[in-house]
């Protein structure tokens, strides 16, 4: 039977397939659908972790007790759970383990474009990377037999382009979910320094064996493949959606095409390399193959051809490579019509936005985080000044605070999602109050993981499922953890906003001000329909204040008032708030 699936819904299935039995990760673009579906498999154990450290480590724990188990994560995540990773490197498995690590070239929803490939080297793992849906299920379910056969965590490297794309998949039948047995081994999963420094002996032989295994059965223990064409001289080493590019744009070329991406297969690359007259290694992001290659002495060509940042296209490699840019090999998006540009904005509704008014009006210095509210930093409020990774906004207030000796306490604040506070926050808090830092946090508790697509979180009182769970109180861990100023406000009051910060921001110590109201796409958070605005034109003076707010449900008319679209409005009362003249009022209704 064949399905077309997403990448990710295709990795989900091999880890039906492949009999799995735990899944923890945390949400995140572009690997989120892959827990997502997953959970759509009753019979896999799967869950939401607080972050990715957490994630990983609860899967090597099922991993040491037998059970196959699975982290998957996005490039910065990996990261968070780089700890984990690298002494699991040394451990090895029980029950086969794998990471599975989106990357993000061009940075559609992402901070930096960082190459995860670097991880499997750094941490001595082996990494296959697919090119399409089939080969994410297929490289899944080596990926386990891989693990269990040479002792060694996996990673499975997506990115966008695969993970968002559909094609087709054959199905399989699951295997039996099984448990192996666990014998108590110190000497293996104990890493002292002792133990540790025998099973990095244990670990560089690893490598070395797969490499060489790679080479002499490459189809089998590596996946790869080579595509060799009579006539041509020009060989490509590629992998990945970098595959699909070149076979495209170069179909003359003979081909390397690797799935076991780290280690290499040396001797097979040598051998590819001996049988053509121009080697060219084309793979998007850091030069890695092209770095390894070169330092096997063999000459090559790659980065001097193409670019280090974003996504690479048919006609880009085409025109590199060959005189060739029929548009037919490759639509360039730069020829293509566009509309005209409209800035990234919140939604309509967003409980987010009245408090970033706020903040705004109040000209008060802002430490970010990663959410839908990093919007906050363009206009119409510009009101956030630095956002660097999940959880730094805390640390960087406290940051600030100690590096001016307390002068901004009065005008700093850090803000920070309910998800993210959960994520990676409460520790900055632990270090905030204990070493007696003067900052206000702000969290955004918009009741669910917003950015990623509204997953759960410990605080929403549902689990991956839907199924009831305990949800963890926001004010009470707050106050456990020593913050003794804690207030909760309706981020669509700004008037109020404004009073509660600016008398928290007076009071010496760590305060935190909640601001709750639910993100406007979710059941809770949707106003009702006879609550929406309309505009009273008699009081309306056209004074814009509520058209600067850039709300999509609100536009300028031609006669400089407001016009309201009732079927994007979600009755949140923010420009009612906002308008002087009470002109714009409750009571919306179809045009």
């Keep these: 039977m064949k399905q077309i699936l997403l990448g990710n819904e295709a990795v989900a299935r091999g880890a039906y397939e492949a009999g799995v039995k735990v899944v923890s990760s945390y949400p995140g673009t572009p690997s989120t659908e892959i827990t997502e579906a997953v959970a759509q498999y009753d019979r896999i154990y799967c869950e939401w972790a607080t972050n990715e450290k957490v994630g990983a480590e609860v899967a090597i724990g099922a991993s040491i007790r037998g059970a196959r188990a699975m982290t998957c994560m996005k490039h910065v995540g990996a990261n968070v759970a780089a700890d984990p990773l690298f002494t699991a490197s040394y451990t090895g498995v029980n ?61 499975l490297r997506l990115h966008t382009r695969v993970s968002h794309s559909r094609s087709v998949v054959e199905l399989g039948e699951p295997r039996e979910m099984q448990v192996r047995p666990y014998t108590k081994d110190v000497d293996k999963y104990v890493m002292m320094p002792g133990m540790a420094i025998k099973r990095h002996v244990v670990v560089e032989e690893r490598i070395r064996k797969l490499s060489a295994d790679a080479s002499s059965d490459p189809e089998a223990v590596g996946a790869h493949q080579v595509i060799r064409r009579s006539g041509s001289s020009l060989g490509v080493i590629t992998s990945g959606a970098s595959f699909q590019y070149v076979s495209e744009a170069l179909p003359e070329a003979n081909i390397l095409k690797l799935g076991l991406i780290w280690p290499l297969p040396v001797d097979l690359i040598r051998s590819f390399a001996s049988e053509v007259d121009r080697l060219v290694i084309v793979e998007e992001l850091d030069p890695f193959l092209e770095t390894e290659i070169r330092a096997l002495g063999i000459p090559c060509e790659g980065k001097e051809l193409f670019t280090l940042q974003g996504e690479y296209s048919i006609r880009m490699i085409a025109h590199a490579l060959t005189s060739n840019t029929d548009p037919a090999r490759g639509i360039d998006s730069k020829d293509l019509p566009v509309p005209p540009g409209r800035p990234p904005v919140m939604c309509a509704g967003c409980p987010h936005k009245g408090l970033f008014l706020a903040l705004s009006r109040m000209k008060v210095q802002v430490t970010g985080d990663i959410g839908c509210y990093t919007l906050g930093a363009l206009p119409p409020t510009s009101a956030m000044d630095a956002c660097v990774c999940m959880g730094a906004s805390i640390g960087m207030a406290h940051g600030f605070d100690k590096a001016t000796d307390g002068e901004d306490s009065k005008k700093t604040v850090s803000v920070i999602g ?71 406000v309706d981020p669509v009051d700004t008037a109020l906003c404004q009073k509660v910060l600016r008398e928290e921001l007076d009071k010496p110590g760590v305060s935190v001000v909640i601001t709750r109201r639910p993100c406007a796409l979710i059941p809770t958070g949707k106003g009702k329909k006879e609550d929406r605005t309309t505009v009273n034109y008699d009081s309306c003076t056209a004074c814009g204040a509520c058209i600067r707010m850039m709300c999509p449900a609100l536009t300028e008319g031609s006669d400089k008032k407001p016009v309201i679209d009732w079927d994007t409005c979600n009755s949140c009362g923010l420009c009612r708030n906002l308008c002087r003249f009470g002109a714009l009022t409750k009571g919306g209704r179809e045009s």
């Design 95 to 155: 029950g086969g383990l794998v990471f599975v690590v989106a990357d993000d070239p061009g940075m559609h929803s992402s901070q930096n474009e960082q190459d995860s490939r670097n991880y499997a080297r750094a941490a001595k793992v082996p990494m296959f990377e697919p090119s399409d849906s089939s080969e994410c299920k297929d490289y899944l379910l080596r990926a386990f037999d891989l693990s269990e056969k040479y002792d060694t965590p996996v990673m």
């Design 418 to 488: 309910d998800s993210t506070f959960l994520h990676s926050g409460i520790t900055n808090v632990i270090n905030a109050v204990y070493n007696q830092s003067n900052i206000t946090v702000i969290i955004l508790d918009n009741s669910i993981t917003g950015m990623t697509g509204h997953q759960q979180n410990p605080s929403t009182g549902m689990n991956i499922r839907l199924n009831p769970a305990p949800a963890i109180s926001l004010e009470d861990l707050c106050r456990a953890l020593g913050v003794e100023s804690i207030r909760v």
